[in-house]
């Protein structure tokens, strides 16, 4: 059985980023950049199923600039077996509609039985390709994943919903998307960088696989959230009521 | 053209959610019509009839529809979707399962967690954790939307007096089942939709202090709960109390962090409050910058003093 784990280069989570002056978009130059935390929970769920036995590969897909090798070098170090990049242009705007349809190109090509994607890229805050790629190669879904239990034909997987949780069965191939709860994903040690070094890693073109990746929605302009007013600090508990009662109201 | 909006619902009534969805749909401009997917969800249809705004009800029941399931969700949204040149859903986990697979099946490109309808193809939305507003705009013919419902006022529940009509429902696709739920069981407001949230984080230590302290100002106040993810991945709070960028936006009329530093994924799930109060012992936590009230204190003395006090 063969897992492809679909993983994204973004802005580390750590960063604060910044809105360009001329509104055309966030400055992301000379930032650190790191792999989507939840395609590392997506890789680590694709190497464990792959240590239980259950798996024999994890191929790992990015979509974007050269620079996503990094990021594949990463998920090979974790424990994926080989890698492909779709490789993109760095002013091409990529959009989830678009590597939906690279990633069903690929599936028809590799014949996974299971995709495992995040949930959602921390910078678009989408949380769309993983539905969209299920529409597209008319797979069944499991969003929001923190337990995954795979079986010759079958996966079982509890989704994080609203109220609670909630169990779903699928027939595969299927796709899943990680919620954050799924597992700790390991740290990469340094024999394991070096040995990822030496993994294969494919590069692709979008027009190889026959895709339009041309944005449909346009960016008009970017902007900073409107800033709250500067707050107070307060002495004590009875000033704090105080404000709460008479300044704004609320209680 | 008309809009539609995809009703969250537990087949007896419908969620509050979707009275937000319904403010966002109107301003899209048209009539609006709401579709109830679901099995013996007759009660659904019919608070949704009574909703201010809704001109049209199309109710569609089965069982393959009784518990959201996206592929047949999706296949009974594309059902009439030719109908309409927006289709809306709530940005909950149900909308965010749902509406990405409707987009790709019409090919179109979703628009996520809109906080603003600018014009019929203008949108706005939140990027990077919130800490960007991108305005969007889609040259799509059908517009395939979720809506952040704090971004829009709750539509009236009552009201209305829209017709049900009842629609062929779609074939189970037969490729996903239902297995079971543990739906946790609260009797507090909703944390979407309260009005004042009391928010625990991992200063708290334990389960058991955080029950102990949280609490009794929840139930002082008439409060929701709510947790960081820190809280949570502890175990001291369910996950679905989660407040952040990957748990619950909300925007409640009074936020009380207490024990939270304010790491920017949680200021993305609660900034938009209208008064933010911090108790917090580090005078350098990041919670502060958002903060109305700021209370440097530690919070097993001031959270009970504050309990007292009230």
Not at chain 1, 100 to 122: C, F, M, N, R, Y
Not at chain 2, 36 to 49: K, L, P, R, S, Y
Request: proline letters at 4%.
């Amino acid at each position: 059985m063969k897992i492809l784990v679909p993983v994204k280069r973004v802005v580390d989570y750590n960063v604060k980023v910044r809105v360009k002056s001329d509104n055309t978009g966030v400055d992301i130059a000379n930032v650190k950049m790191s792999m989507n935390p939840f395609d590392e929970i997506a890789v680590e769920e694709a190497v464990r199923l792959k240590e239980k036995g259950l798996v024999t590969e994890v191929i790992a897909v990015s979509c974007g600039v050269a620079q996503c090798q990094e990021t594949l070098r990463t998920a090979m170090a974790i424990g994926a077996d080989r890698a492909i990049l779709v490789e993109t242009p760095a002013d091409l705007d990529l959009q989830p509609l678009a590597v939906a349809k690279l990633l069903k190109a690929l599936v028809d090509k590799e014949q996974p039985s299971l995709v495992i994607l995040g949930k959602q890229a921390i910078d678009d805050d989408a949380n769309q390709t993983g539905q969209m790629l299920a529409a597209l190669a008319d797979l069944p879904q499991a969003t929001f994943a923190s337990k995954v239990v795979l079986a010759a034909d079958k996966v079982s997987v509890t989704r994080e919903i609203d109220g609670g949780l909630e169990t779903l069965s699928l027939s595969l191939p299927a796709v899943i998307t990680t919620d954050l709860r799924l597992n700790e994903p390991r740290y990469v040690t340094l024999p394991n960088i070096m040995k990822a070094k030496k993994k294969q890693l494919d590069t692709v073109k979008p027009e190889d696989l026959g895709v339009d990746v041309a944005p449909r929605l346009k960016t008009l302009k970017v902007a900073e959230p409107a800033k709250r007013g500067a707050g107070v600090k307060v002495a004590d508990v009875a000033a704090l009521v105080e404000k709460l009662k008479n300044e704004a109201k609320v209680i | 053209m008309s809009v539609l909006v995809i009703a969250e619902h537990d087949n007896a009534s419908i969620k509050g959610a979707t009275l937000n969805t319904v403010t966002a749909a109107a301003a899209c401009g048209g009539d609006v019509h709401v579709l109830v997917a679901g099995h013996n969800a007759g009660g659904a249809a019919q608070a949704a009839a009574q909703i201010a705004g809704v001109t049209k009800v199309i109710h569609a029941d089965a069982a393959g529809l009784e518990h959201g399931l996206a592929e047949n969700v999706a296949a009974q949204v594309l059902a009439i979707a030719g109908n309409y040149s927006h289709i809306l859903f709530p940005a909950t986990a149900g909308g965010k399962n749902v509406a990405p697979r409707v987009a790709a099946k019409l090919d179109v490109a979703q628009i996520s967690d809109i906080t603003k309808v600018v014009s019929a193809d203008t949108f706005e939305r939140p990027i990077y954790a919130g800490n960007a507003i991108a305005t969007v705009q889609s040259g799509d013919a059908t517009k395939v939307i979720t809506v952040r419902t704090t971004g829009f006022d709750a539509a009236a529940a009552t009201g209305g007096s829209a017709a049900v009509e009842t629609t062929a429902a779609a074939a189970d696709a037969g490729k996903s089942s239902y297995v079971g739920s543990e739906i946790a069981k609260s009797d507090r407001p909703e944390l979407t939709a309260a009005k004042i949230i009391v928010s625990g984080g991992r200063a708290l230590g334990s389960k058991e202090k955080f029950d102990e302290v949280i609490t009794p100002l929840a139930d002082k106040l008439g409060a929701a709960i709510g947790a960081s993810r820190a809280a949570v991945d502890a175990g001291y709070a369910p996950n679905d109390l989660q407040v952040g960028q990957t748990g619950k936006i909300v925007a409640p009329q009074l936020y009380i962090a207490a024990g939270i530093s304010g790491a920017i994924q949680h200021l993305a799930g609660m900034k938009d409050s209208k008064v933010i109060v911090a108790i917090n012992k580090d005078p350098e936590a990041p919670i502060f910058s958002v903060a109305d009230y700021g209370l440097e204190a530690d919070l097993f003395t001031a959270v009970p003093e504050l309990v007292k006090a009230l």
